[in-house]
């Protein structure tokens, strides 16, 4: 299995990162909290995590060893695949799924897409036990970028959603933010609006 990836960073998006390693490309998917904590220099270094299915491998990329930790537990949740336990790390901090999975919070987690009374209860009964002996408190950056709506509609509709259901609800939602609002800001935000 591939632990990390170190090389050059070639394209980074709030969905994905390419990185070059002695001439290779990998494509990796990625959560909004690793994207903005990504630096915008050449030389990166991202934890992989490999799912292989019948149809596909794909690399999952993490900035830290934490955050590739929780990616692990809420997969090993059934009926948690990779792409909602990569929405759960885009919507909501390391720190605040522990908080939430710990202390039984079925709304916080009821408010990433995808996930239903049915599902957060399970994860919360699966890694509760889990979870105490962890300590995850990560935060998240903030990025500077000029066409911030237009790279939190790309990274929206990359993560599923129709691509006029997402404008509407990313010009909402920029509507009500500050000017200087980071991009992972107006996707968290539009996120819990959709």
Do not use: W
Request: aromatic residues 6%; proline residues 1%; negative net charge.
């Amino acid at each position: 299995m591939i632990n990390h990836l170190k090389g050059k960073l070639v394209e980074k998006t709030p969905t994905y990162a390419v990185i070059e390693c002695n001439g290779v490309g990998y494509y990796l998917h990625i959560s909004l909290n690793t994207y903005s904590k990504l630096p915008n220099d050449e030389n990166v270094m991202l934890y992989a995590h490999m799912a292989v299915r019948e149809d596909a491998h794909t690399l999952y990329g993490f900035i830290d060893k934490d955050e590739r930790q929780l990616f692990l537990y809420l997969i090993s949740v059934s009926g948690v695949g990779s792409s909602t336990a990569r929405m759960i790390l885009s919507s909501l901090n390391a720190g605040e799924i522990q908080r939430a999975i710990v202390e039984g919070d079925v709304a916080l987690l009821k408010s990433v897409k995808g996930i239903g009374t049915k599902s957060a209860e399970r994860i919360i009964i699966d890694l509760r036990d889990k979870l105490k002996k962890e300590n995850f408190d990560s935060e998240i950056g903030v990025t500077a970028n000029n066409s911030i709506t237009d790279e939190a509609l790309s990274a929206l509709v990359a993560l599923g959603f129709a691509k006029n259901v997402a404008e509407k609800v990313i010009a909402k939602t920029a509507k009500g933010l500050e000017s200087d609002v980071s991009v992972e800001e107006l996707i968290k935000t539009a996120l819990k609006n959709l």
